[in-house]
């Protein structure tokens, strides 16, 4: 149930939907500078077609670059799925193709988390991969 | 949840580009999960997105995440701040000017290497 205090609508069920709403907007405030500033390191000071292997092994040589891409991965795969799942429940008519297609979701989700983390974790570069950046 | 006001437009360019930004993010675990395959293979993936048609996709999406995070911070504001509400219509065209604003420098960036134009990005070595 949404009540009207003067602020926007905000659910005051207090089960897993406050907690879904509360967490669509701290992912959010995260992701405003996670994803932004990775817009701008991969499009901006460098650009895309040099974000080769080689940059890659360079930066990850770092693991606070490792983190920080961890936390994008997890905190945009979150939120974003969390707002499909939203979709969902909206256009989704009966329960159970919700239930299926969450389901669904919530395994996609899950498989992707691990790529992701997986990748990020193992990555170890080949022996002698240092070196020019850019493709061409 | 937002529908039937003004601000239905804000909320379905909201919704649209949110996915929009998802299925990408989805694209994007795969084509990086190509770095556990060695520089050959992952240099190969990662030069599609130097090619024309990507970047300009690339930069629709760039746009996208832009008007996604303003008008995220705009529901914020509206969500946190009790007398936001009554500046619907201000804040909705900041959201507007501010994704213009950031999305023309990026579209320079983004396009440049198309057109032969050096941004200084593409230094080999940097
Ligand atoms: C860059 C910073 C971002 C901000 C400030 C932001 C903000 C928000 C906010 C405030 C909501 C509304 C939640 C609600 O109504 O309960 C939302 C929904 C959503 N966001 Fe984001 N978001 C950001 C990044 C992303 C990213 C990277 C993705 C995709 C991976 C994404 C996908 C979505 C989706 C699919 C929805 C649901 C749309 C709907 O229900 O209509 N967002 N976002």
């Known amino acids: 149930m949404r009540l009207s205090t003067g602020y926007g609508a905000r659910p005051t069920s207090g089960g ?3 907690f879904s ?9 995260g992701l405003i500078f ?16 040099c974000t080769s292997y080689q940059l890659i092994a ?7 670059w490792r983190v920080y891409d961890w936390l994008l991965l997890t905190l945009a795969l979150l939120h974003g799925m969390n707002g499909l799942r939203v979709v969902i429940d909206d256009y989704v008519r009966t329960a159970a193709w919700r239930i299926r297609l969450v389901s669904l979701l919530g395994t996609l989700t899950l498989v992707l988390f691990m790529v992701g983390t997986v990748t990020l974790i193992t990555f170890e570069p080949v022996v002698g991969s240092l070196g020019p950046h850019c493709l061409k | 949840m937002y529908r039937g006001q003004s601000g239905m437009w804000a909320w379905l360019l909201h919704r ?26 992952y240099n190969e993936g990662i ?19 832009f008007y996604h995070a303003f008008n995220g911070v705009r529901i914020m504001l509206v969500d946190f701040v009790p007398k936001a509400a009554s500046y619907q219509r201000i804040m909705f065209w900041t959201v507007m000017i501010l994704t213009i604003v950031c999305f023309l420098p990026m579209a320079y960036f983004v ?12 230094a080999s070595g940097m």
Do not use: K
């Open chain 1, 16 to 18: 897993f939907e406050t």
């Open chain 1, 21 to 29: 709403w509360y967490f669509m907007r701290i992912s959010a405030i």
């Open chain 1, 34 to 49: 996670l994803a932004i500033i990775h817009l701008i390191l991969n499009h901006v000071t460098t650009d895309v077609a």
């Open chain 1, 58 to 64: 360079q930066r990850y040589a770092n693991p606070y």
């Open chain 2, 16 to 41: 649209i580009t949110g996915l929009g930004v998802l299925l990408f993010l989805v694209v994007h675990i795969v084509d990086i999960s190509l770095l556990g395959f060695g520089p050959a293979v």
């Open chain 2, 47 to 65: 030069a599609l997105f130097g090619t024309p048609v990507v970047r300009f996709v690339s930069l629709a999406l760039i746009g996208a995440l």
């Open chain 2, 111 to 122: 396009l440049a290497p198309l057109f032969g134009v050096n941004t200084g990005n593409t």
